[in-house]
């Protein structure tokens, strides 16, 4: 099943758990687009990124939508330019020794809570590898996932075991149904 194939069933999911936030998704943006636009911003976008725009341009009207079963919300491909940017600013006025943390090829995708969030490291090809940021801010010096498609297989893992439950307007998850799963908790 292609990317989009897994968004699509992810929505499916989300809707089977009481979960109606589809409507709050802005549509999708043509492949041509979004290459233009993270071109013109200075990345290499790969295949896979733009599929995921393609799929869903974040929410409309800024809409806190929850990618579930994460609880973070989807950024557009706009407003992951513009908090790269602040993070690649922020890590620059207090670089450390040893070269900036912050990597010009890292876009956000999902925010999280307060300055956390996981990113796409944008270097062309077809895949994007995945990672995620500490609670500072700062991203981890190792990505953790192969792709955007082996994080979207790791939701809906958590929805196949029955670990995820939409109850009053957030995610609840079961993190003993998890255990067995890699950076369960660095994506959920």
């Not at 896979?48 to 725009?53: G, T």
């Not at 079963?69 to 940017?85: F, H, K, Q, T």
């Not at 450390?96 to 995708?109: D, Q, R, S, T, Y």
């Not at 990672?131 to 990505?143: A, I, K, L, Q, T």
Request: charged share 25%; glycine share 10%; aromatic share 10%.
């Amino acid at each position: 099943m292609s990317l989009t194939g897994k968004l699509d069933e992810l929505l499916l999911r989300w809707g089977r758990s009481g979960c109606d936030q589809e409507s709050l998704l802005a549509p999708g943006r043509p492949a041509i687009e979004t290459r233009r636009i993270l071109t013109d911003a200075g990345f290499d976008p790969s295949d896979e990124i733009l599929e995921w725009y393609g799929w869903r341009d974040g929410p409309l009207r800024k809409a806190w939508v929850s990618m579930g079963p994460s609880n973070d919300p989807l950024l557009s491909v706009r407003d992951a330019i513009e908090l790269g940017r602040l993070h690649a600013a922020i890590d620059e006025e207090y670089a450390v020794e040893g070269g900036a943390l912050w990597k010009p090829c890292f876009l956000p995708i999902v925010q999280g809570g307060s300055q956390s969030f996981v990113y796409a490291k944008l270097a062309g090809g077809s895949t994007s590898q995945v990672g995620e940021n500490d609670s500072s801010g700062r991203p981890e010096d190792e990505v953790c996932l192969a792709s955007i498609e082996s994080l979207v297989d790791l939701w809906l893992e958590v929805f196949d075991r029955g670990a995820a439950r939409w109850d009053d307007g957030v995610w609840e998850i079961n993190y003993d149904l998890l255990t067995d799963l890699p950076a369960t908790n660095s994506f959920l």
